[in-house]
């Protein structure tokens, strides 16, 4: 019964207003994300002593970058500084 519910109950939600796997699939959490206005930024991965050796990334045209230790993912704010 609850199964059928979900089901029901997804399909009555268009698919852009909401970003969920299919049912039955894992849900993943989105890694987190921030958005800055250089192209050059540092990631330590902001938990002090819990984080990771600080790298710096380089944002490339394509709007953003993910951190390879942390996986947290910089945007480039519209209209930053393109250099």
């Given at each position: 019964?609850?199964?059928?519910?979900?089901?029901?109950?997804?399909?009555?939600v268009?698919?852009s207003?909401?970003?969920?796997p299919?049912?039955?699939?894992?849900?993943?959490?989105v890694?987190e994300?921030?958005?800055?206005?250089?192209r050059?930024?540092?990631?330590?991965?902001?938990?002090?002593a819990?984080?990771h050796?600080?790298v710096?990334?380089?944002?490339?045209?394509?709007?953003f970058?993910?951190?390879?230790?942390?996986?947290?993912?910089?945007i480039l704010?519209?209209?930053?500084?393109?250099?």
């Amino acid at each position: 019964m609850e199964s059928m519910l979900k089901t029901e109950i997804r399909s009555n939600v268009q698919a852009s207003e909401v970003d969920a796997p299919p049912i039955g699939e894992p849900v993943i959490e989105v890694p987190e994300s921030e958005i800055v206005h250089s192209r050059k930024i540092a990631c330590d991965g902001g938990e002090g002593a819990l984080g990771h050796p600080r790298v710096w990334l380089t944002i490339p045209a394509q709007g953003f970058v993910d951190c390879g230790y942390c996986d947290k993912r910089y945007i480039l704010a519209e209209g930053a500084d393109t250099h």
